[in-house]
Protein backbone atom coordinates (compact mmCIF):
# COMPACT_ATOMS: atom_id res chain seq x y z
CA UNK A 1 0.00 0.00 0.00
CA UNK A 2 1.55 3.49 -1.06
CA UNK A 3 1.94 5.97 1.66
CA UNK A 4 -0.54 8.81 1.66
CA UNK A 5 -0.57 11.58 3.83
CA UNK A 6 -3.79 12.88 5.10
CA UNK A 7 -5.28 15.46 7.18
CA UNK A 8 -6.94 12.74 10.03
CA UNK A 9 -3.04 10.88 10.14
CA UNK A 10 -1.21 11.41 13.33
CA UNK A 11 1.54 13.25 13.55
CA UNK A 12 4.08 9.90 14.45
CA UNK A 13 3.62 8.48 11.48
CA UNK A 14 5.39 10.60 9.21
CA UNK A 15 8.09 9.57 7.50
CA UNK A 16 11.67 9.93 9.18
CA UNK A 17 12.67 12.69 6.66
CA UNK A 18 9.42 14.48 6.70
CA UNK A 19 9.66 14.75 10.72
CA UNK A 20 13.77 15.69 10.02
CA UNK A 21 13.14 18.18 7.35
CA UNK A 22 9.85 19.94 9.65
CA UNK A 23 12.14 20.10 12.77
CA UNK A 24 14.59 21.67 10.85
CA UNK A 25 12.19 24.57 9.79
CA UNK A 26 10.93 24.84 13.39
CA UNK A 27 14.53 25.12 14.44
CA UNK A 28 14.74 28.05 12.67
CA UNK A 29 14.92 31.25 15.20
CA UNK A 30 13.30 28.18 17.96
CA UNK A 31 9.94 28.46 16.60
CA UNK A 32 9.16 25.12 18.37
CA UNK A 33 8.68 27.46 21.45
CA UNK A 34 6.08 29.15 19.74
CA UNK A 35 4.41 25.94 18.32
CA UNK A 36 4.77 24.34 21.98
CA UNK A 37 3.24 27.63 23.63
CA UNK A 38 -0.27 27.18 22.09
CA UNK A 39 -0.23 22.95 22.32
CA UNK A 40 -3.44 22.97 24.27
CA UNK A 41 -5.28 20.14 26.58
CA UNK A 42 -8.19 19.34 27.51
CA UNK A 43 -10.50 22.55 29.04
CA UNK A 44 -8.18 24.64 26.87
CA UNK A 45 -5.19 25.26 29.12
CA UNK A 46 -1.87 25.20 27.98
CA UNK A 47 -0.33 21.19 27.83
CA UNK A 48 3.19 22.78 28.34
CA UNK A 49 5.09 24.67 30.41
CA UNK A 50 8.00 26.94 30.22
CA UNK A 51 9.51 23.90 32.61
CA UNK A 52 8.91 21.82 29.67
CA UNK A 53 10.54 23.94 27.31
CA UNK A 54 13.60 24.14 29.21
CA UNK A 55 13.76 20.34 29.84
CA UNK A 56 13.87 19.90 25.99
CA UNK A 57 16.76 22.58 25.49
CA UNK A 58 18.71 20.74 28.48
CA UNK A 59 18.06 17.48 26.66
CA UNK A 60 18.83 18.73 23.22
CA UNK A 61 22.00 20.68 24.60
CA UNK A 62 23.36 17.10 26.45
CA UNK A 63 22.63 14.55 23.56
CA UNK A 64 23.24 17.21 20.88
CA UNK A 65 20.18 16.88 19.41
CA UNK A 66 17.41 19.21 17.44
CA UNK A 67 15.44 20.91 20.25
CA UNK A 68 12.10 21.01 17.44
CA UNK A 69 12.63 17.21 16.69
CA UNK A 70 12.58 16.21 20.48
CA UNK A 71 9.59 17.98 20.66
CA UNK A 72 8.07 16.71 17.91
CA UNK A 73 8.46 13.35 18.94
CA UNK A 74 7.82 13.88 22.86
CA UNK A 75 3.68 15.57 21.82
CA UNK A 76 3.25 13.39 19.04
CA UNK A 77 3.25 10.12 21.29
CA UNK A 78 1.77 11.70 23.84
CA UNK A 79 -1.97 10.32 25.01
CA UNK A 80 -4.14 8.17 24.10
CA UNK A 81 -5.96 10.42 21.21
CA UNK A 82 -2.48 11.78 19.57
CA UNK A 83 -2.13 15.13 17.28
CA UNK A 84 -2.68 14.84 13.75
CA UNK A 85 -1.76 16.55 11.10
CA UNK A 86 -4.51 18.60 11.30
CA UNK A 87 -4.17 19.72 14.64
CA UNK A 88 -0.48 20.62 13.31
CA UNK A 89 -1.27 22.80 10.46
CA UNK A 90 -3.96 24.48 12.34
CA UNK A 91 -1.74 24.94 15.27
CA UNK A 92 1.33 26.62 12.92
CA UNK A 93 -1.12 28.79 11.24
CA UNK A 94 -2.07 30.37 14.46
CA UNK A 95 1.13 30.68 15.24
CA UNK A 96 2.29 32.40 12.26
CA UNK A 97 4.70 29.89 10.82
CA UNK A 98 4.00 30.07 7.53
CA UNK A 99 7.14 27.71 6.50
CA UNK A 100 6.44 25.19 8.70
CA UNK A 101 2.55 25.45 7.83
CA UNK A 102 3.77 25.85 3.54
CA UNK A 103 5.90 22.81 4.00
CA UNK A 104 3.13 20.27 6.32
CA UNK A 105 0.53 21.91 3.31
CA UNK A 106 2.02 21.49 0.27
CA UNK A 107 5.39 19.00 0.47
CA UNK A 108 3.39 16.51 3.05
CA UNK A 109 -0.14 16.95 2.17
CA UNK A 110 0.02 18.05 -1.41
CA UNK A 111 -2.52 21.11 -0.78
CA UNK A 112 -2.31 24.79 -1.42
CA UNK A 113 -0.71 26.91 0.85
CA UNK A 114 -2.35 27.96 3.70
CA UNK A 115 -3.92 31.83 3.54
CA UNK A 116 -1.71 34.47 4.86
CA UNK A 117 -3.17 37.38 6.87
CA UNK A 118 -4.47 40.33 4.95
CA UNK A 119 -1.54 42.75 7.17
CA UNK A 120 1.47 42.45 9.36
CA UNK A 121 4.88 40.64 9.36
CA UNK A 122 2.92 37.41 7.88
CA UNK A 123 1.44 39.20 4.81
CA UNK A 124 2.07 37.85 1.81
CA UNK A 125 4.38 39.30 -0.62
CA UNK A 126 4.75 38.84 -4.19
CA UNK A 127 7.98 38.23 -5.42
CA UNK A 128 7.24 37.60 -9.01
CA UNK A 129 10.01 38.87 -11.47
CA UNK A 130 7.22 41.09 -12.87
CA UNK A 131 6.87 43.26 -9.14
CA UNK A 132 10.10 43.14 -8.58
CA UNK A 133 11.44 44.68 -12.43
CA UNK A 134 8.63 47.42 -11.34
CA UNK A 135 10.36 48.13 -8.17
CA UNK A 136 13.73 48.22 -9.64
CA UNK A 137 12.42 50.90 -12.27
CA UNK A 138 11.26 52.88 -9.82
CA UNK A 139 14.14 53.21 -7.79
CA UNK A 140 16.34 54.53 -11.25
CA UNK A 141 17.99 56.99 -10.39
CA UNK A 142 16.82 60.45 -12.57
CA UNK A 143 19.19 61.54 -15.46
CA UNK A 144 20.21 64.44 -13.86
CA UNK A 145 21.87 63.22 -10.87
CA UNK A 146 25.20 63.73 -9.35
CA UNK A 147 26.13 60.42 -10.30
CA UNK A 148 25.46 60.78 -13.63
CA UNK A 149 27.61 64.32 -13.86
CA UNK A 150 30.40 62.89 -13.13
CA UNK A 151 32.31 61.14 -16.00
CA UNK A 152 33.31 57.69 -15.41
CA UNK A 153 36.63 56.68 -17.00
CA UNK A 154 37.23 53.24 -18.12
CA UNK A 155 39.22 50.83 -15.41
CA UNK A 156 42.10 50.50 -17.80
CA UNK A 157 42.55 54.25 -18.34
CA UNK A 158 42.25 54.45 -14.58
CA UNK A 159 45.07 51.82 -13.82
CA UNK A 160 47.80 53.36 -16.53
CA UNK A 161 46.91 56.82 -14.24
CA UNK A 162 47.87 55.39 -11.20
CA UNK A 163 50.71 54.03 -12.58
CA UNK A 164 52.31 56.55 -13.75
CA UNK A 165 52.01 58.60 -10.78
CA UNK A 166 55.53 59.32 -8.66
CA UNK A 167 55.55 56.42 -5.97
CA UNK A 168 56.15 59.84 -3.57
CA UNK A 169 53.19 61.54 -4.96
CA UNK A 170 51.25 57.94 -3.99
CA UNK A 171 51.67 58.80 -0.38
CA UNK A 172 49.08 61.34 0.46
CA UNK A 173 49.67 64.08 3.40
CA UNK A 174 47.46 62.40 5.65
CA UNK A 175 48.82 59.11 5.89
CA UNK A 176 52.22 60.99 6.13
CA UNK A 177 51.39 62.61 9.18
CA UNK A 178 50.02 59.78 10.39
CA UNK A 179 53.63 58.25 10.12
CA UNK A 180 54.97 61.34 12.14
CA UNK A 181 52.32 60.21 14.74
CA UNK A 182 53.62 59.15 17.83
CA UNK A 183 52.21 55.92 19.84
CA UNK A 184 52.44 56.69 23.79
CA UNK A 185 51.58 54.08 26.45
CA UNK A 186 48.72 55.13 29.06
CA UNK A 187 49.11 54.77 32.86
CA UNK A 188 46.63 52.40 34.38
CA UNK A 189 45.25 55.81 36.05
CA UNK A 190 44.41 56.96 32.93
CA UNK A 191 42.35 54.00 31.98
CA UNK A 192 38.57 54.13 31.36
CA UNK A 193 36.94 53.91 34.36
CA UNK A 194 35.37 50.87 33.43
CA UNK A 195 38.60 49.09 33.16
CA UNK A 196 40.42 51.03 36.30
CA UNK A 197 37.66 48.52 38.75
CA UNK A 198 39.27 45.64 37.24
CA UNK A 199 43.01 46.02 38.47
Known amino acids: M ?14 PAELYTLGNILSISDSWKKLMSIVLKQGNVPKFSSD ?3 IIEHTANSDKRNAAQIFL ?13 K ?17 VACDILKQERPKRPDC ?23 LDTFVNRVPLKPTSELISEINRID ?28 LNNYK
Not at 87 to 103: H, P
Not at 173 to 186: D, S
Request: charged share 30%.
Open 2 to 15: AYKAHLDMEIRKLR
Open 52 to 54: HIS
Open 73 to 85: DEWSTMDRKRPTL
Open 87 to 103: LLQELLIKAELFRAADY
Open 120 to 142: GPAHSIDTSDTVINKLLDNQMLP
Open 167 to 194: SSEKMPAIVQTMENYKCEELLSEELPVV
